[in-house]
């Protein structure tokens, strides 16, 4: 079993005791004492709080991210006077390898606490800047000292492909480990120790609790990440972009693969904008057959990168997303890349949901499209393929011209009036998207009554041209259908099965008008 360790850096009596309490609610597993925060409390006064979860101690040195100045011998002493109260306790490496008499006092701290799972002394080693570079010595020397039962290895991450290590350490070395890469691009770190097998792993209380970065909330892990459904053989799915802290694939995602009884985990994939970086994750992830990669959303700016990387690894790209140019999909399957994009459908399922009507229906409709980006292509492939007659307007116009050839459109500058007749207006610019939600791409009395208002951007739920276009009558389309619908599609390619479209849209409502508390990571 993995633990989950929530940190506790409180500084007062009072704090300690509502952050024991908290941490019991959110169902941690055990709570680590950071000793180095509380230089005045005593035995006395921590059995007094009347705790009920095991605890960690741990009096952290300033040199690897604490708090405490005191001496090797001191930070001892507090080990050895807290320990008969503890589970485990964790000390550094640098700490041990000092002097004789500070193994001897970690030793008996050692002794005199009860053990978790079999295991007493966690040896820790923490580099804030960079993953170290000896690595591999740093494991190898902790493996070999026999009073250490944990070897706990903690470095920030540059990049994603840093966490492999991590992943190979969790998954073969000889001792019990907690391994995590910090910061925003090692966060799958911590949410798939489980899966992989590590000793433990941390989250906060809340957000504002952190103990080291990157952490996220036990809430977040426990409800986001389904923390206790997570197994061995759990399968592995994210989102891969930059940025892609904000990103609603993994909630609704993860609450489709709950509601359908999914053995699998959705994860933010926090990727460096270049096809290198892009290419060196998933060659990484593909080469461990033990990751269990199944399946990627491709978002922002790595969409040319997905359909590149598919077709120098000789896998299928679906003849649509060669045309759209860009892949949001991809899925592994039995040692093959599958390349797939799913806006196109969602764009269009949910024009056509809202009309009542199928994409035949369409044809013939005089539709108008604002925005010439990467959402425009696979809209504009999707209008032209039920037959509308398309007229791109774009900030750019040899933008909109460009796309207009490839698709056999019309083009026109942003600026100009919609062309009367016009029967759909579609909104794939950024404007409008939180926080310039008062921006519109096209102002209220360009709209009118009989049109049908369809805007891509889903945050907010209601953007300025959506709520000026009710005020009128027009039919609206909110960018949540389209969201939900391209999300229900990766979801019944990856697992075969119907997607909880309801749920999925209620997910995602649930998010954007901050009423899940597991979106505070
Ligand atoms: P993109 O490739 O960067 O394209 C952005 C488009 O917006 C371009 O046409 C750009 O015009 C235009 N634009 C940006 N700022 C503008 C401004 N200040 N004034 C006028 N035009 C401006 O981005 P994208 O991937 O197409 O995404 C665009 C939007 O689609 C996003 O905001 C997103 O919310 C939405 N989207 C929604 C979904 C969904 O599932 N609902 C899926 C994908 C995208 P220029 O060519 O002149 O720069």
Known sequence: MTLLIAPITASTAEQLTADLERACQLGADIVELRLDYMPDLNPAALAAVGNTLPLLITPRRKEEGGASDATDAERCDRLVEFAPQAALCDTELATWETAAAVRHRIAEARAAVRGMDGQKLILSAHDFEKRPADFWRIVGRMNEIDA??????????????????????????AKPVIAIAMGEAGLITRILAKKFGAFATFASLEAGKESAPGQITLDAMKLLYRWDAMRPDTTVYGVIGNPVGHSMSPAIHNAAFSECDINGAYVPLLIEPTYEHFEDFLREALARPWFDLRGCSVTIPHKDNALRFTCECGGYVEPLAGRIGAVNTLTFE???????????????????????????????????????????????AG???????????????????????????????????????????????????????DDTPLPADRLQTDMTVFDTVYNPIETRLLREARALGCRTVDGVAMFVHQAAAQFERWTGQSAPHALMRQVVLARLTGADPSAQR
């Open 148 to 173: 250490c039962d944990v070897a706990k290895i903690v470095f920030q991450a540059r990049h994603i492909s840093e966490t492999f290590e991590v992943f190979d350490l969790m998954h073969e070395n």
């Open 334 to 380: 039995d040692g093959r890349i599958l390349a797939h994009n799913t806006d196109y459908a969602g764009a269009m399922d949910a024009l056509t949901d809202t009309l009542g009507c199928q994409r035949g229906d369409l044809h013939g409709n005089e539709v108008a499209v604002l925005g010439a980006g990467g959402a425009a292509r696979g809209v504009v």
């Open 383 to 437: 209008l032209r393929d039920s037959g509308c007659k398309v007229t791109i307007y774009n900030r750019t116009p040899e933008r909109a011209t460009r796309l207009a050839e490839e698709f056999g459109c019309t083009a026109a500058p942003l600026a100009e009036r919609v062309r009367p007749g016009t029967q759909i207006v579609v909104n794939t610019t950024s404007l409008g998207m939180h926080p310039n939600v």
